[in-house]
Each structure stands twice: as structure tokens, then as C-alpha cells.
T-cell receptor, first 112, second 112 residues
Framework: DAKTTQPPSMDCAEGRAANLPCNHS???????VYWYRQIHSQGPQYIIHGLKNNETNEMASLIITEDRKSSTLILPHATLRDTAVYYCIVRPEGGSQGNLIFGKGTKLSVKP | DTGVSQNPRHKITKRGQNVTFRCDPISEHNRLYWYRQTLGQGPEFLTYFQNEAQLEKSRLLSDRFSAERPKGSFSTLEIQRTEQGDSAMYLC??????????FGPGTRLTVL
């Protein structure tokens, strides 16, 4: 089962920041937080991942709380093409397990 | 980097028929994953390979399903005696060891 909890849906105005929350209260010390998104009828696309520190790349920023029990994905200037389902996933590093366990994600609708 | 490719993109079959899907991972990736996704749900893990060895299989992978990766490059997923409940998007993904996982566009199966 997925170890994360996300709101089922969110709306965001075009050009504004989209802040997508994720709870992962049972996260272990060696587990990373990954974010993927899935645009309709396409495969999931990697966005960003982090362990403890905040991370930023060309797509988004990831803010992880100090206790690591929750995180927020920030799309700084959302566009209509950011409309998608966003998945927050915790993934252990090390050991043999390598796959991703998806929940239902958050359906983000960016509106003009 | 040509990405993960999957063929066919769409398959319509009659109940009871066998179907086979192909996945070509990113060329240097040694891990290959299969997922299944039904409408409104996140992708569910089916199985993964490290090179040619199938290392993990989900309980979702019934006896009618078989996956192979004979030379550690491309992989095939076969479903025998298809049932209407097999209708789903079948996603393939690959990674280099435990690195970032990249997904293909998926094969949409419809069983009539």
C-alpha cells in the first residue's frame, strides 16, 4: 500500500503557484520522497525527489518539513500544460526493492 | 536518449485470446519494470527485472501473465486467455540500478 496521503483534487489559476501537499508520517530514515506526474493518457513523468533538504530543478521545488512527515511540491508559475495527476511516493534507498508504489495522487486542474 | 518505447500503443482483443506486449527500455538501463493502471487508479507494480533475471513479482501477476527479458534488453509481457478485467493500461519503465525510473507511454488493452 502507498505510504502517502494526498488530496484527491486541487485547482490553480494559470500563472499562479501551485502548492501540492503530501503527508508521509510513517516515512523511514532511508526513504526518499519522489514526485511524478501523469498527463492524460501518457506514462508518469519524473518531477523531483529529495531526502531531507529542499530541492529545486527546472520543473519544480520540493519542500520537506524538518520532521520529514510531510512535503509540498511547488510549481512556481502553473500553466495549462501542468494539468495532470501528481503522485507523491516514498521510495527506500538500499536493499533489493526498487519499484515505486503509487497512490491515487492529486488531480491538479490549472484554469485560465 | 530515445526514452522507453512500448508496442503496440493500443490493442483490442476478444476475451480468451492471448496478447503480447513489447517494451524497449533506455539502452543502458539494467532494470525494467512492468506496471498496470486501471481507470482512476495509480499505476500498480507487476514485476521487475535486473538484467535478464526476474527479481520480484506482485501477487497481481496471476498465472495467466508471464514476462520475459531474455537477453537483458527488451521485455515482453504476455497475457493468456484474456478476461475483461485485464482491460487496463500496461506501463513499462526502466532505470539504471536504483536510479530514477523512466516510464514509457503505455499499451492500452481493451478486452471485449
Amino acid at each position: 500500500d502507498a505510504k502517502t496521503t494526498q488530496p484527491p483534487s486541487m485547482d490553480c489559476a494559470e500563472g499562479r503557484a501551485a502548492n501540492l501537499p503530501c503527508n508521509h508520517s510513517t516515512i523511514s530514515g532511508n526513504e526518499y520522497v519522489y514526485w511524478y506526474r501523469q498527463i492524460h493518457s501518457q506514462g508518469p513523468q519524473y518531477i523531483i525527489h529529495g531526502l531531507k533538504n529542499n530541492e529545486t530543478n527546472e520543473m519544480a521545488s520540493l519542500i520537506i518539513t524538518e520532521d520529514r512527515k510531510s512535503s509540498t511540491l511547488i510549481l512556481p508559475h502553473a500553466t495549462l500544460r501542468d494539468t495532470a495527476v501528481y503522485y507523491c511516493i516514498v521510495r527506500p534507498e538500499g536493499g533489493s526493492q526498487g519499484n515505486l508504489i503509487f497512490g491515487k495522487g492529486t488531480k491538479l486542474s490549472v484554469k485560465p | 536518449d530515445t526514452g522507453v518505447s512500448q508496442n503496440p500503443r493500443h490493442k483490442i482483443t476478444k476475451r480468451g485470446q492471448n496478447v503480447t506486449f513489447r517494451c524497449d527500455p533506455i539502452s543502458e538501463h539494467n532494470r525494467l519494470y512492468w506496471y498496470r493502471q486501471t481507470l482512476g487508479q495509480g499505476p500498480e507494480f507487476l514485476t521487475y527485472f535486473q538484467n535478464e533475471a526476474q527479481l520480484e513479482k506482485s501477487r497481481l501477476l496471476s498465472d495467466r501473465f508471464s514476462a520475459e527479458r531474455p537477453k537483458g534488453s527488451f521485455s515482453t509481457l504476455e497475457i493468456q486467455r484474456t478476461e475483461q478485467g485485464d482491460s487496463a493500461m500496461y506501463l513499462c519503465a526502466s532505470s539504471l540500478d536504483r536510479g530514477r525510473i523512466y516510464f514509457g507511454p503505455g499499451t492500452r488493452l481493451t478486452v471485449l
